[in-house]
């Protein structure tokens, strides 16, 4: 093979070697590039997935004032209105009394909001004043006092606080006296429910009542009276 033959095979040998590196060089490129746009991709689902937790947790903080308005200290003022029918449970020689019940009621609370999930709540002490006009049965009128105590479970963030409570009171009643006995009577009470918050300070509220009248056996007569029935109220608290 003459020089002149050497010199071209190996220019031509060159020239392949830059097509092959220039193709290696291609590859390279768009690997780089598949990398950038996964890269994008990952970094893009991370900011949507932060955002959407920071959304959350803005939601949830929003609502948990609610748990503020339950700390230790704090007081809510209600007015309710229901109506209770009996005789319920043991009805044996009861007659038909049923009656409406309006209340006012004034809540301290006694703690701060503890604990975790559902049972994440407070304990707070009532008390109240009652009237109620009977509509079917021997009396025309019940009225009295009672003071409650109330646990209020309060879910983190949640708008919707259910409630049980307990309470025991003083009553006065023309109800007839073959009944009751006399017109003053004890009252026990027994009541479930919740509270829906509309706004930051105002709730909704609605409550199952179980309520008992008698006079412990202080008079001639001891029958008493077993009533049940929804009560619908709404409360400020501050």
Partial sequence: MSELQIQNQNLLNWRVGLGSGGSTGKKGRQDMRSKFRSAIGIAGSLVYLV???????????????????????????????????????????????????????????????????WLRGNWELTAEVFGSGIFKGPGTYIAGSTIWGRYNFIPAGARFTPFLQAGAGVTTTDIDHRID?????????????????????????????????????????NLGINSHGPILGISYLF
């Fill in 51 to 117: 955002g959407n937790l920071s959304q959350a947790q803005e939601s949830t903080n929003r609502n948990d004032f609610i748990a503020d308005l339950f700390s230790r200290g704090r007081y809510e003022a209600t007015l309710t209105s229901g109506a209770l029918f009996s005789p319920f449970i043991a009805d044996g020689g009861r007659p038909v009394i049923n009656y409406t019940i309006s209340e006012v009621q004034l809540g301290y609370m006694l703690t701060d909001v503890q604990g975790r999930g």
């Fill in 181 to 221: 006995g006399q017109d003053f009577n004890f009252n026990l009470n027994l009541g479930l429910g919740f509270r829906y918050f509309l706004a930051r300070n105002w709730s909704l509220n609605l409550e199952y009542r179980y309520q008992h009248i008698s006079n412990a056996n202080t008079g001639p007569h």
